[in-house]
């Protein structure tokens, strides 16, 4: 499987992602918003975009679609809840369903809500999992539930299903937002050392060239896998008389996206 990670270098820190077969060069591109820079890439490394992938329908992860399936003819998959939305989709999938990619590649889809009630995250299959998450998990953070999400519905989607993936799963979200999110797991967990080793290491990156963490790394540094590590709780219930005397792990998750909203 190929992967090409492309940074929109738009004020979202936008993340694209180009998935293709090395036997056939076809391709699926997931959230094309910067339809040029896709293009470019595909053509650089001779690869025929066949798919376009939308995880979820805001804006700045479809708007690119019409253009996009103008230039290339692909098929637009999104999950099927989303599809009247986001208008113009080929195929609705739903949890469990696959797409392939020319003769070597398949994708597994995941139904992940809580940012949106309708997100797709798609998981690769064989050797060396990825996982292109789009605005649901982020690296070292979580998606806001700001425009149609729900916080107690993405903390099942992060304890019943991506806390269950293997730690060398790949981790490539829908933006770059890292060292904000390094920020405030350090605002939390000031004594985590690997978060902050990784701070410094990645303060200033180009994101034309992004780190890849895995899971094992966000085990580490991502605060809304860490909900009952003593210090986090701790801090949480310094600051908030509303936590309670032994809170369980979605009092604490909800309360760290609440705090994060406003950090």
Same mark, same amino acid.
């Given at each position: 499987?190929?992967?090409?990670?492309?940074?929109?270098?738009?004020?979202?820190?936008?993340?694209?992602?180009?998935?293709?077969?090395?036997?056939?060069?076809?391709?699926?591109?997931?959230?094309?918003?910067?339809?040029?820079?896709?293009?470019?890439?595909?053509?650089?490394?001779?690869?025929?975009?066949?798919?376009?992938?939308?995880?979820?329908?805001?804006?700045?992860?479809?708007?690119?679609?019409?253009?996009?399936?103008?230039?290339?003819?692909?098929?637009?998959?999104?999950?099927?809840?989303?599809? /009247? !939305?986001?208008?113009?989709?080929?195929?609705?999938?739903?949890?469990? *369903?696959? @797409?392939?990619?020319?003769?070597?590649? +398949? %994708?597994?889809?995941?139904?992940?809500?809580?940012?949106?009630?309708?997100?797709?995250?798609?998981?690769?299959?064989?050797?060396?999992?990825?996982?292109?998450?789009?605005?649901?998990?982020?690296?070292?953070?979580?998606?806001?539930?700001?425009?149609?999400?729900?916080?107690?519905?993405?903390?099942?989607?992060?304890?019943?299903?991506? /806390? !269950?993936?293997?730690?060398?799963?790949?981790?490539?979200?829908?933006? *770059?937002? @890292?060292?904000?999110?390094?920020?405030? +797991? %350090?605002?939390?967990?000031?004594?985590?050392?690997?978060?902050?080793?990784?701070?410094?290491?990645?303060?200033?990156?180009?994101?034309?060239?992004?780190?890849?963490?895995?899971?094992?790394?966000?085990?580490?540094?991502?605060?809304?896998?860490?909900?009952?590590?003593?210090?986090?709780?701790?801090?949480?219930?310094?600051?908030?008389?509303?936590?309670?005397?032994?809170?369980?792990?979605?009092?604490?998750?909800?309360?760290?996206?609440?705090?994060?909203?406003?950090?």
């Amino acid at each position: 499987m190929i992967v090409h990670q492309i940074y929109a270098d738009n004020p979202l820190r936008n993340f694209h992602y180009l998935i293709a077969c090395p036997e056939s060069r076809d391709a699926l591109v997931i959230d094309p918003l910067d339809v040029s820079r896709c293009l470019d890439v595909a053509a650089k490394h001779d690869l025929k975009i066949t798919k376009i992938l939308n995880t979820h329908e805001h804006w700045d992860h479809v708007d690119g679609n019409a253009e996009m399936k103008q230039a290339t003819g692909a098929i637009i998959y999104a999950h099927h809840g989303a599809m /009247d !939305k986001i208008g113009n989709v080929d195929i609705g999938l739903k949890a469990g *369903d696959e @797409i392939s990619i020319g003769t070597s590649v +398949t %994708l597994t889809a995941l139904d992940t809500p809580g940012h949106t009630m309708s997100h797709l995250c798609l998981l690769s299959n064989g050797k060396d999992p990825a996982l292109f998450c789009g605005d649901t998990l982020f690296n070292a953070g979580a998606g806001n539930c700001h425009h149609g999400g729900d916080p107690d519905i993405l903390y099942d989607t992060f304890s019943q299903q991506l /806390d !269950k993936l293997p730690d060398d799963t790949r981790i490539y979200p829908g933006h *770059d937002y @890292i060292v904000n999110n390094l920020e405030f +797991t %350090l605002d939390r967990e000031p004594s985590n050392a690997q978060a902050q080793a990784m701070l410094e290491k990645l303060k200033g990156q180009d994101p034309h060239d992004a780190y890849i963490t895995t899971m094992a790394d966000e085990r580490r540094i991502n605060s809304f896998f860490r909900l009952e590590n003593p210090a986090i709780i701790k801090k949480l219930k310094s600051e908030n008389t509303k936590i309670s005397d032994t809170p369980k792990p979605r009092e604490i998750f909800k309360a760290l996206r609440e705090l994060r909203n406003h950090w």
